[in-house]
């Protein structure tokens, strides 16, 4: 099938957001040097909404107009963080994922404007993070620093920071890489230290369903371990069914040998409770095995820790 002309690429309007949209149009026009490409950004509702994601329906909220402005026919490809995209209900009807990019990394960073790690910062410390996740996992490993709400893009962020809103910043490397400000990074938490999100550093291109020119053309940009691990992670949390206010973290990983595994944390917000699992494939698919480590997590109580928070 001949590649479409022109692809035009929907996304968020933020600065990542552009960023991940030019790495798409950098590997597109590597594979299909004909192939012209047009950005159609996008403002979200999350991006608009600065108070609480649980006001304005959390989940979705970096998504909706985007998957909207597919299915309208006003753009050709969305590029989506994997992060930002529901795992419990399926994609919007008539969309599908047509490529998983090669995973960025998947850890977060501590920001600290004095340089201080983790484990140095003094008591009392504010750190912005309006992330469940992030907030349940400071709350065990450090209970002397708290967490302020603390949203926007990751530009705002960072000059919300500036502004001394915060004392300290978690945000992801792979974001921080995107916008080019690696430089403000005082400390790479390693994955036992704040395990990441479900999805955390993989771009996806979600097409029209019917649009098998286009979905053909642009997926030679998959990259198969991603597929797999992005597959297991998304599948895991569907089984789960959590909230925008359950902390959940996990990650799958395919190693050296090309085994693939996924481990998985469900918690309490206070981070007092944390449910743990790990399995690896071996034979089974990725989606059952995001499957079987959901179901392990549940059979340790998961349901009703998730049930329990407000949400
Ligand atoms: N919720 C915003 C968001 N969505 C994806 C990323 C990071 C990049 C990625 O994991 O793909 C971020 C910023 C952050 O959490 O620091």
């Known amino acids: 099938?001949?590649?479409?002309?022109?692809?035009?690429?929907?996304?968020?309007?933020?600065?990542?957001?552009?960023?991940?949209?030019?790495?798409?149009?950098?590997?597109?026009?590597?594979?299909?040097?004909?192939?012209?490409?047009?950005?159609?950004?996008?403002?979200?509702?999350?991006?608009?909404?600065?108070?609480?994601?649980?006001?304005?329906?959390?989940?979705?909220?970096?998504?909706?107009?985007?998957?909207?402005?597919?299915?309208?026919?006003?753009?050709?490809?969305?590029?989506?963080?994997?992060?930002?995209?529901?795992?419990?209900?399926?994609?919007?009807?008539?969309?599908?994922?047509?490529?998983?990019?090669?995973?960025?990394?998947?850890?977060?960073?501590?920001?600290?404007?004095?340089?201080?790690t983790l484990d140095e910062l003094p008591p009392g410390t504010r750190v912005g993070t309006s992330s469940v996740r992030r907030a349940a996992q400071l709350a065990a490993s450090h209970p002397h620093v708290r967490c302020v709400p603390f949203r926007g893009n990751a530009n705002r962020r960072l000059a919300k920071l500036a502004a001394g809103e915060a004392d300290a910043l978690l945000l992801a490397v792979a974001g921080l890489e995107r916008i080019g400000r690696t430089d403000v990074i005082s400390e790479v938490l390693s994955p036992e230290v704040m395990m990441p999100p479900i999805g955390a550093g993989v771009l996806a291109l979600q097409c029209r369903e019917g649009d098998s020119a286009l979905i053909d053309a642009v997926s030679g940009l998959g990259d198969p371990d991603t597929y797999r691990e992005a597959t297991a992670e998304r599948m895991f949390l569907h089984v789960l069914q959590g909230h925008c206010n359950s902390p959940i973290a996990g990650f799958a990983r395919v190693d050296r040998g090309g085994e693939l595994s996924l481990r998985a944390c469900v918690f309490t917000p206070d981070g007092k409770t944390r449910l743990n699992a790990h399995e690896w494939a071996g034979r089974l698919d990725p989606a059952t095995l995001g499957t079987s480590v959901a179901v392990a997590l549940l059979r340790q109580g998961a349901r009703e820790i998730i049930d329990g928070i407000a949400h």
């Open 1 to 116: 099938m001949p590649v479409p002309e022109l692809i035009r690429i929907v996304s968020r309007d933020s600065p990542m957001a552009l960023a991940q949209v030019e790495r798409v149009r950098a590997e597109l026009a590597e594979l299909h040097p004909g192939a012209r490409t047009e950005v159609v950004p996008v403002r979200t509702t999350g991006d608009k909404w600065l108070g609480d994601l649980s006001q304005v329906e959390g989940k979705g909220a970096f998504t909706k107009e985007v998957d909207a402005a597919l299915l309208a026919g006003e753009a050709d490809l969305a590029v989506h963080c994997v992060k930002d995209v529901p795992a419990d209900r399926p994609l919007p009807a008539g969309t599908v994922f047509a490529a998983f990019l090669k995973r960025d990394d998947i850890r977060d960073a501590l920001i600290h404007p004095g340089g201080l």
